[in-house]
Every structure is written in structure tokens, then in C-alpha cells.
């Protein structure tokens, strides 16, 4: 079980307020303080700094952070596994990205359920930074990502390199040629919400031609790719996506790429799990089960 003082620092690295931890832990400040007290003389380091009225992590205190969160993990998952015990059953909570969750899973999970059909599997969708809460709070076992992550906090094991495309409707009218990226910025966007893996990946390859979303003259925020892909077939904008996201409709002609000679963006698909989790090798395992890929074949 996490030592309490644990989950309290935990809980100040989330606020970065010793009186609002305070609040949400329902206990005093003096508490808290004390709490944070103990483990600076346990470790014999200092764990936060101020920087003016700004508190923040030392380098000592985010490496502890990063072990802590991966204790609780831990500690969450080893109180599932041993829920599940007595009934023989193998349980599995794992959290996938939009486009993983919708265009790389149902084929995979389709293969894994028919080899382990005995499994209790669950798997939820959503953004980037939503999954790696949910990692770091142990609600998940671990997630296949599309967006960025701090790869000194997880491991991981590359799943695939997909190529990001901007397309439109197929019979979508520009009012002038296009041949570069910024030929788009007098279209609509379309785009993901902040958080998507999807968006930050766009966001990124924009700021390294320094440009950025505000280049748009119109832009428009949806939370969902099915949405997104209808609203492009419908043309009313364009939108950037992976293009194994939208194989289908190009296939259809329901879409079509956008070629431009200075947007070539590949990114990567990333299995990861906390760092130093003490069930690494299973989820080794699983990488090569969901994938037929073994890991040390990439080494």
C-alpha cells in the first residue's frame, strides 16, 4: 500500500499549492507541510523550490514524482489483478488514442479476443494527456498513444510510423492553387480538441515552419473524427489526419489528399506503460500478442 505522506506529495505535485492539496486531501496545511517534511528527511533532498511566489519541483522531487506514480499504478493494478484471482479471470484496462481506438484496435482486439477469449478486457478512448492521468493514476494499465509524452516518466515500444496528410472533400473548391502549406490558410480547419495527440502533432510541425493555428483565417474545434471526416465530405474545410484514419474514403473518393511539397509529417503509434512497473515483462508480453511483433526483434 502507497504510504500516505506519498499520496500527499503526490497530491501537491498536482496542485502545486500546499493549501489547496490541503483542501482536496481534507486535511490542514500544517499536514501537509509536515507530510512533504518527512520525505525531504527520509530522502535527505529538497523536494519543491520556490521560484518567487511560483512553487515547483526540484530535479530530486520529479525523479520521486515519477516513482511515486508509477508505486500507485502499481499498487492499483496488483489490487485488481488479486480482485480477480479467485474467479481464474484475466482482467485488462488499457486506453487508446482516437485514431488507435478507431482504426487500429477493432482488428487487433478482434485477433486478441479470438486467441484469449477468456480475457475481461476494457478499453477506453480518449485524448493524449486524458490516457496519461488515467496511466498515472492507475486507472489504465497502459495505452497506445499517437500524441507526445515524456518519454523520462514511461516505457514504451514503437507500434508503427503513420504518415499525417492534409485532404478534403473530393469535389472541394480552392479559389486558388494550391502547392505549399500556407496555399490552406485562407480554408476552414478543421481540428481536435487541445489534448489530442492528432492537433499537437499539427501544432508542432506548424510552429517548426513558424506558423501556427492563428494562420488559419477560420478555424473549428471537434471532439470527434468521425465528425471531423463527414464535415470534410460535406466540404466545409480541410483537415490534417493520419492518413491510415482516412484509407477508406480515399479508397471511396470520398476524400482526397492534399498534396503539398512542404508538409511531409511521419509520427509515431507508442505502446507505453509507467517507468520501472514492476509488470514491464507482461505488458512485453502483450505488446507482442496485440502486434506479432516481439520487442527484442527491435532492439
Not at 471531423?228 to 493520419?242: C, H, N, R, S, W
Request: with cysteine; proline share 2%.
Amino acid at each position: 500500500m502507497l504510504d500516505f505522506r506519498m499520496k500527499t506529495f503526490l497530491k501537491v505535485c498536482d496542485c502545486m499549492n500546499f493549501t489547496r492539496a490541503a483542501e482536496e486531501l481534507n486535511i490542514t496545511q500544517p499536514a501537509v507541510s509536515q507530510h512533504v517534511r518527512y520525505l525531504e528527511k527520509y530522502y535527505k533532498v529538497r523536494l519543491f523550490a520556490y521560484e518567487g511566489k511560483k512553487l515547483r519541483l526540484t530535479e530530486q522531487g520529479e525523479m520521486l514524482r515519477s516513482a511515486a506514480l508509477t508505486m500507485l499504478h502499481d499498487e492499483l493494478s496488483l489490487k485488481s489483478r488479486l480482485a480477480h484471482l479467485p474467479g481464474g479471470k484475466r482482467e485488462i484496462r488499457f486506453g487508446a488514442t482516437m485514431t488507435v481506438g478507431e482504426v487500429v484496435m477493432p482488428k487487433v482486439l478482434q485477433d486478441y479476443l479470438l486467441a484469449f477469449p477468456e480475457v475481461q478486457l476494457h478499453m477506453e478512448v480518449a485524448n493524449t494527456q486524458e490516457l496519461l492521468k488515467r496511466l498515472d493514476t492507475g486507472k489504465i494499465d497502459f495505452a497506445v498513444v499517437e500524441g507526445f509524452f515524456k518519454k523520462t516518466e514511461y516505457d514504451f515500444l514503437h507500434y508503427s510510423t503513420e504518415k499525417f496528410v492534409a485532404v478534403c472533400g473530393f469535389s472541394y473548391y480552392f479559389q486558388r492553387k494550391i502547392e505549399r502549406l500556407e496555399d490552406l490558410f485562407g480554408e476552414r480547419l478543421l481540428l481536435r480538441e487541445p489534448g489530442s495527440g492528432t492537433r499537437e502533432v499539427l501544432e508542432r510541425f506548424l510552429d517548426s515552419q513558424n506558423y501556427g493555428l492563428k494562420d488559419f483565417e477560420k478555424t473549428a474545434e471537434i471532439g470527434n473524427l468521425h465528425t471531423i471526416k463527414e464535415l470534410v465530405k460535406a466540404g466545409l474545410g480541410i483537415t490534417f489526419l493520419y492518413e491510415t484514419a482516412v484509407k477508406k474514403e480515399l479508397k471511396e473518393g470520398a476524400l482526397k489528399l492534399i498534396n503539398l511539397k512542404n508538409c511531409q509529417i511521419y509520427h509515431d503509434f507508442t505502446f507505453i506503460w509507467p517507468r520501472g512497473s514492476i509488470y514491464a515483462e507482461f505488458y512485453r508480453n502483450l505488446f507482442c500478442q496485440f502486434t506479432g511483433i516481439n520487442p527484442s526483434e527491435r532492439l
